[in-house]
């Protein structure tokens, strides 16, 4: 991931609802991640240590079902905007987002059944423009 705070970076975790297996999450995140690398973003990787699967023994294991994107902020929308439509092609599929710019965050919890692709991508905007100012105001 790059170190610069300016830079936002997305968390994301997928959360089937218990309808899919441990490999088929993973699977299912890994193909997420290979698509979003197409979007020609800053990075996409798979985050470490938080939320090991259970059994998990090595350093080298991932969290299941979780993505950290850094994504400049001209990329947001259209990153937005492709995991809307992701979400849509999915059954039982809820996304929760983490978006952080230096020491700003905040989180949503999408799920495209429940909201309107229009609210998400209002609350998107102004978080974005939000975030993006310093920390102190």
Sequence with gaps: MPTDTSIPLLNLQVDSGNVLVPDE?????RQLRRDLTELNIESVEFPRGANLPSGAKSAEAVALGSLAVAVLPVAIPKVIEFLRDWLMRGENRTLKLKLQVGGNSAE????PSMVATNDIELLVGKLTGVLGKPANT
Excluded: Q, S
């Design 25 to 29: 999450l993973d699977r299912v995140t």
């Design 108 to 111: 949503i919890e999408c799920n």
